[in-house]
């Protein structure tokens, strides 16, 4: 750490009188803070190189005391020693605390600009829990503990399933991370976390559920559209974000194929997904406008067509995009080209979520090895 004392020629006013400025540099970055006494730039520089005691030097010296005393205070408080923080401390003269409901805040607001409202919601749902866990939401972040973390990544243990209960301590590590990164904190408190990852057991209708559904008529309205709705994400692999930003230009025909080619709405990144004939039939009944509602009543009407279809399976409309990629996969597409169809990043992401075969499949995969060549 260095700090100096500045008083500039080029800053003064119309009476020649200039800030004396405080020039602080740690780990390499500078910052300059006016300090409230002014002064000509030449009486400045005359009495700081002067060997006796005078107004200038006095002045300087309490400035420096105060640095000292506010890095004291900094440290003591466990708190990152920063330009920002030592600016921070000698304009406000203390240091103002950052809390967790601080933490929360910030990362939160940055998220809103940049990520799905969906996405927000659940990042909403962590921070209540963990403002309910902690019980002071008020409370210095730098006053949080592993063992905090430890308790809060139990408790979601005791209240979800595992996968639910990694997938919440995954947000709140990102949350973490952003204080770090902002030197709000200096710790890593999930260093030494085990989070439990369960291997997902992938869930997704059989062809021959898919079949009740298409052959189930409920005479009302309400539950007929939902269920085309969800067919289609059967018939597509498209999200529900998709799904919802679908516009009759986004259909495309080449060589008797009908499929989509568009970004992705939650990442961004481009999928080809090719249309089964089951979902180009439903396109076509609703003349390419499809009959769109919230996620949440859809997937609370799925719940009711699921009871009244007998599927012994909760509906949700993921479960739809899970049953195309099955389906793509099980009758011997390529796992890439269905990487293509979902959009995901990787052919990794497809390996690890959808490639789970229906038994069938793998029975008869190996049965082709024995059968008899015919030339």
């Known amino acids: 750490m260095n700090y100096s004392f500045y008083c500039r020629t080029s800053k003064c006013n119309r009476l020649g009188y200039a800030p004396i400025e405080l020039s602080i540099i740690i780990d390499g970055k500078r910052c300059f803070i006016n300090l409230p ?15 006796q005691t005078n107004e200038i030097k006095e002045y300087i010296n309490v400035q420096i005391s105060l640095i000292n005393s506010a890095i004291t205070d900094i440290l003591s408080l466990g708190l990152p020693l920063t ?21 929360f805040e910030d990362y939160l607001a940055l998220l809103d600009k940049r990520s799905t409202y969906e996405n927000l919601l659940k990042y909403l749902v962590v921070r209540d829990e963990f403002y309910a866990f902690i019980g002071n939401k008020d409370k210095v972040l730098t006053t949080v503990t592993n063992a905090d973390i430890q308790g809060f990544y139990s408790h979601l243990c005791s209240v979800n399933k595992a996968s639910t209960a990694a997938g919440k301590i995954a947000k709140l ?19 030494n ?36 709705l969800f067919l289609f994400q059967c018939g597509s692999g498209l999200a529900y974000s998709d799904m919802a930003h679908l516009t009759p230009s986004d259909i495309q025909v080449k060589d008797n194929v009908t499929y989509i080619k568009k970004c992705r709405q939650k990442t961004d990144i481009e999928y080809t997904a ?32 699921g009871v009244l279809c007998g599927l012994n399976k909760k509906l949700h409309s993921h479960l739809g995009r ?19 169809c979902l959009g995901h990043a990787n052919t990794n992401i ?18 082709k090895i024995f059968e008899p060549s015919i030339e």
């Open 322 to 340: 899970k049953t195309y990629a099955t389906y793509l996969l099980n009758h011997n597409v390529n796992i890439s080209v269905v990487s293509k």
């Open 83 to 103: 330009v920002n923080s030592l600016r921070d401390y000698l304009k406000n003269g203390g240091v103002k605390l950052y809390t967790i409901s601080n933490l």
């Open 350 to 367: 497809t390996q690890q979520v959808y490639a789970h075969l229906q038994t069938k499949t793998i029975l008869n995969s190996v049965q």
């Open 173 to 191: 590590r990102s949350i973490f991370r952003f204080a770090i990164d902002n030197n709000h904190i200096q710790v890593n408190l999930f260093s």
């Open 37 to 51: 006494m002014k002064e000509k730039p030449a009486v400045f520089r005359k009495q700081m190189y002067s060997k």
């Open 274 to 305: 090719v249309l089964l004939p089951f979902a180009i039939d439903i396109l076509r009944k609703y003349n390419y406008h499809l009959p769109i509602l919230s996620n949440q009543k859809m997937n609370a009407y799925l719940g009711e067509i």
């Open 193 to 228: 976390l085990r989070v439990i990852k369960p291997k997902p057991t992938i869930e997704y209708l059989t062809e021959n559920e898919v079949d009740t559904l298409l052959q189930k008529d409920f005479d009302i309205d309400r539950l007929n559209n939902v269920k085309d």
